[in-house]
């Protein structure tokens, strides 16, 4: 078997975005090459032979460039058809003039030739802004230039369509990247806050959640309850059952967590087989009510198909605004380890804090 070092494994696989972008490309390339098949048929039939030749190369490049894009290439791509449609709209523009608004694919290039990431920035945005400058200077070179077109009855309507067939592809490719890239921002946003197991936050980004969820208790002088919770022996489970079954397990009691806390309270995963939850705007006296259920609702749970039961021992405590999170965590787990002592599935309550 081929070496593959593990860091090339893992991050050189194309991402979401590159993928969307292929895609893409694909779909323009397949939409150029229709168009420029229509070219070399609209040219041959009005004797811009020149023009007509040009498109059969236009069509091989589009093909090329859709060869490429099956092979990986996608920058190679890119460039590919950078050129050809540079030097498309420049002969166009210097054959038939400006009046046919040949010279807009360039705007569409420029701004494609930006998704390329192989390019440096810089680069990427000077190349880009030479394809404007010719832009530009088309007209100045161009704008003079008188031939016996047969359509030149219909320049305008052409312009037109020019202008529309050329900001399509543009409007449709910003629009998918923009998309892809925000989903994808999503996706690592909900990676990087969740445990990926049970979906619970994780204690990293629990934290802050936290932290905010006590300001704002405090500010509006709301209690806070810290719960500590551990599934009892289940070590046992993994040794007697395996290792899915524990996850199964952690899964479902997650699921049951979840369904038992409101919008504003938070369930996390701290550990292995522990999770914490802040009860917002919650006595002890609620607390403690609430976890009961909790407990009733684990212990009727079957898993396994229906052979398994499990448990779960709680500790809580009343979270004194004044205090540091840290002092009445630690105190809920104080509190759970009482639990444990008594003999696993019960809810403890701190004493004081
Ligand atoms: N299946 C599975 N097991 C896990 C995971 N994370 C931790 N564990 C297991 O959780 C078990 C925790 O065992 P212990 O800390 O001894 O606790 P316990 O058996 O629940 O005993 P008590 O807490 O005293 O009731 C260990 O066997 C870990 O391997 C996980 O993601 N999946």
């Not at 219909?154 to 543009?170: K, T």
């Not at 006296?285 to 398994?308: C, H, I, S, V, Y």
């Amino acid at each position: 078997m081929p070496y593959v070092p593990i860091a090339q494994h893992i991050y050189s696989q194309p991402d979401e975005v590159e993928l969307v972008k292929v895609k893409l490309f694909k779909q323009v390339a397949y939409y150029c090459l229709c168009l420029h098949l229509l070219f070399i048929f609209a040219f041959w039939y009005s004797q811009v032979y020149i023009l007509a030749i040009a498109n059969i190369a236009s069509v091989a490049a589009w093909a090329m460039g859709i060869y490429l894009l099956n092979l990986g290439h996608s920058h190679l791509a890119l460039r590919v058809f950078c050129v050809e449609v540079t030097a498309h709209s420049v002969l166009v523009c210097a054959t038939l003039g400006m009046d046919y608004g040949f010279q807009y694919y360039l705007w569409t290039i420029a701004c494609m030739l930006l998704l390329d990431m192989k390019l440096k920035l810089r680069l990427a945005i000077t190349l880009s802004l030479v394809l404007i400058v010719l832009f530009a200077a088309l007209f100045e070179l161009f704008n003079d230039v008188q031939t016996a077109f047969v359509f030149h009855d219909y320049a305008r309507p052409i312009h037109f369509i020019n202008v529309f067939v050329c900001g399509l592809p543009m409007i449709y490719v910003i629009g998918h990247v923009r998309e892809s890239t925000f989903i994808q921002r999503h996706q690592l946003a909900t990676l990087a806050a969740r445990d990926p197991l049970t979906n619970l936050f994780n204690r990293r980004y629990a934290k802050e959640l936290i932290l905010r969820a006590h300001s704002s208790c405090a500010h509006n002088d709301q209690s806070l309850c810290v719960v500590m919770a551990d599934l009892d022996h289940f070590k046992q489970i993994n040794d007697q059952l395996g290792h899915d079954v524990g996850d199964e397990v952690l899964q479902t009691v997650s699921n049951i967590l979840r369904e038992h806390v409101t919008d504003q309270d938070i369930a996390v995963r701290w550990g292995g087989e522990e999770f914490l939850l802040v009860l917002v705007d919650c006595t002890l006296e609620e607390a403690l009510q609430r976890l009961e259920t909790l407990r009733q609702t684990l212990e009727k749970q079957r898993f396994n198909g229906d052979e398994l039961t499990a448990t779960m021992s709680f500790g809580v405590a009343l979270w004194h605004t004044a205090l540091p999170f840290s002092v009445t965590l630690q105190l809920a787990d104080d509190a759970l380890y009482s639990s444990k002592a008594k003999g696993r599935n019960c809810i403890t309550a701190a004493r004081s804090g």
